[in-house]
């Protein structure tokens, strides 16, 4: 959690920042934290553009309906090209990517951005690594570059605020920077339109305008509608306003060990107030929880804080049985909020401890490692006796095995990893089967013939059994297998 002043405005702003790898074996991360954003920046390199797991990512977010900010970042890397970066997010992520800034040379020279609302340029010094920047005017050469590309956002805008675009057939200059604020922001809210700047953050450019564009666009919590959740004992629908006064609810979208304060649930407040020491409704399991201590999170630190409010994030501690994805609530009034759906396995491969001695603490580590992350399972293969791990891929694997060296200081011997194939009948088959056994007496005879064909119904799991059977002096108790 971080706190942030933008650099023209008298007010103070006050953020949860939520950092997640973008890697598709890390989807677990990305899924549980756009579950409980309100805005996210979605990050994309200069020079690679729309990678593909940056389109899974981009569907994730339009499945949670989180408004967004493009960040075009590495613009001083070679080859280099913002506005290309930008067709690919309309042509490849369907998205109305709308450039509010250009840059200022590229590739190594890389070294101001032209602000496209307010036509004007800003240019960072490179003695202090872009911390601070000067205002200039617009660079001659780009003053018909950046009037061709000022028109283009005047017209995004105006064609999503119907009272700009009057303005904007009447005189396209007449229209004010605030104005143009007011309609972006909207627009970003209602996601019709996704911002487009560029940067470098390793050294500092652009990162100033990105901390003014999230505090201007995107939604705090206050600008959220009220969350949906169901009443699980009357089965209907309820509303929870980010308000202290409401009572409270909270999703539980992480669980951690630390080796200081032992587990911990991150949970996102939506309404009321939770005070330390408290108790809350796990409406999952229908018990008390004791919340003992609430921190707030920092990347390398925690603080203690007497209570969480609406709209904040943070982290309990001392309770028994909590799991991602479970809603926590005022006692007196249960809710049930939407939880995540995560994907299943995909490679596995099996683990055995290096010493005897550390069968049990392998046991340990690797339960407490799948209660954190829900893509990763444990099971012991019933044939070979072996410990199988799976994951999302072999890096999610490789990150595991090395916590378990690290975090557990348990040494494993691991197997080569194994895809985990899943199969489905494609087409139909027909098979006849004859069977004979003469011992003695009448003996049996059966002539069998079957088709093994996919079902109709797409909501079917495992196997139908149809007996087409006609005439005959047939059993007429048959189970399928």
């Not at 990162?207 to 009443?231: H, T, W």
């Not at 916590?403 to 200081?409: A, D, G, Q, S, V």
Request: proline share 5%; glycine share 8%.
């Amino acid at each position: 959690m971080e706190n942030a002043q933008p650099t023209e405005d008298a007010h103070a702003y006050h953020f949860n920042i939520i950092d997640t790898p973008g890697h598709v074996d890390f989807t677990v991360e990305v899924n549980r934290s756009l579950r409980v954003l309100d805005g996210l920046v979605f990050l994309f390199s200069a020079v690679d553009g729309v990678e593909p797991q940056s389109e899974t990512n981009w569907r994730l977010a339009d499945n949670y309906k989180v408004p967004r900010i493009a960040f075009v970042n590495k613009m001083d890397r070679q080859g280099s090209d913002f506005l290309g970066v930008g067709k690919q997010i309309r042509e490849m992520l369907k998205s109305n990517a709308v450039p509010i800034v250009l840059p200022i040379g590229d590739e190594a020279d890389f070294k101001g951005i032209v602000d496209l609302v307010k036509n004007r340029a800003l240019v960072w010094h490179e003695d202090n690594f872009g911390a601070t920047f000067d205002v200039i005017a617009i660079p001659e050469e780009m003053k018909a570059e950046v009037k061709e590309h000022r028109a283009a956002l005047i017209e995004a805008v105006a064609e999503y605020d119907e009272n700009l675009m009057e303005k904007f057939f009447e005189d396209e200059d007449s229209i004010t920077e605030d104005e143009v604020h007011a309609a972006l922001r909207a627009a970003v809210m209602d996601m019709s339109i996704i911002p487009m700047i560029c940067g470098s953050s390793f050294k500092n450019k652009g990162v100033q305008f990105l901390l003014d564009a999230v505090c201007r666009y995107l939604p705090s919590p206050m600008d959220k509608e009220a969350i949906v959740g169901i009443n699980p004992d009357t089965e209907k629908e309820e509303k929870r306003r980010p308000d202290l006064k409401e009572p409270f609810a909270a999703l539980a979208f992480k669980i951690a060990t630390d080796p200081f304060v032992g587990r911990l649930a991150f949970f996102r407040a939506y309404s009321g107030k939770l005070d330390a020491g408290s108790y809350v409704l796990n409406n999952r399991s229908g018990n008390k929880e004791r919340i003992s201590r609430i921190y707030q999170m920092h990347s390398n630190k925690q603080n203690a804080v007497d209570s969480i409010g609406a709209g904040d994030i943070g982290a309990a501690v001392g309770f028994k049985d909590i799991k991602t994805g479970d809603t926590l609530s005022d006692e007196k009034h249960p809710i049930v909020l939407e939880s995540m759906n995560f994907p299943d396995p995909v490679i596995g491969i099996a683990v055995e401890p290096k010493t005897k001695a550390d069968v049990d603490k392998l046991g340990m580590a690797l339960s407490k490692l799948a209660e954190e992350d829900p893509t990763f399972q444990v099971k012991t293969d019933e044939a070979s006796g072996q410990t199988i791990i799976s994951g999302m891929g072999e890096l999610h694997l490789d990150i595991i095995v090395d916590r378990l060296r690290r975090e557990f200081k348990v040494e494993v011997n691991q197997g080569e990893p194994q895809v985990e194939y899943k199969e489905a009948l494609t087409k139909a088959a027909d098979h006849r089967e004859i069977y004979k056994k003469q011992s003695g007496g009448r003996g049996k005879f059966a002539d069998i013939v079957f088709t093994m064909e996919p079902s109709e119904d797409p909501e079917l799991t495992g196997l139908e059994f149809v007996n087409s059977i006609k005439g005959g002096n047939i059993q007429g108790n048959l189970s399928h297998p």
